[in-house]
């Protein structure tokens, strides 16, 4: 399986620099979106990552002025999709071809639909572009 290839900025450098330094934990991956930075670590970091009583993230969170979220990286779609949904609840993931496009369906009960999509649909966003960087997905499909 190819993999999306991931193209960090400068910023995304030094912001993975800076995470590494202070939590200890391995980023694979950091993008910033302006008002938040969202941080792929590798899998069985995230406990590392965050730090007893959140003491890690928050110490990244006051370094760079910005929102901070960590998922945490699995080369299995399903288990990786899992992690960047929460805190909504996956109850499947279903890869589909079509026309040569590769298509996540992620299923979530109802009740959670609006947690997964998220405010402004900044939820699913964050899906597409991780599922694309990380698992060569061309759209997620909340279902």
Do not use: W
């Amino acid at each position: 399986m190819i993999v999306g290839e991931i193209k960090l900025t400068t910023a995304g450098i030094r912001y993975i620099a800076l995470f590494e330094s202070l939590t200890g934990a391995m980023a694979r991956d950091c993008i910033d979106e302006g008002d938040r930075v969202l941080y792929v670590v590798r899998n069985g970091d995230m406990g590392l990552a965050i730090g007893r009583n959140g003491e890690h993230i928050n110490r990244v969170r006051k370094s760079i002025g910005k929102h901070i979220e960590i998922v945490e990286y699995s080369s299995d779609l399903a288990v990786f999709m899992k992690n960047v949904t929460q805190p909504a609840k996956v109850l499947g993931v279903e890869l589909v071809v079509r026309g040569g496009r590769r298509i996540a369906y992620v299923e979530v009960p109802a009740s959670e639909k609006g947690l997964a999509i998220g405010r402004d649909g900044k939820n699913i966003e964050k899906m597409r572009i991780l599922a694309q960087r990380h698992h060569d997905i061309d759209d997620v499909i909340i279902k």
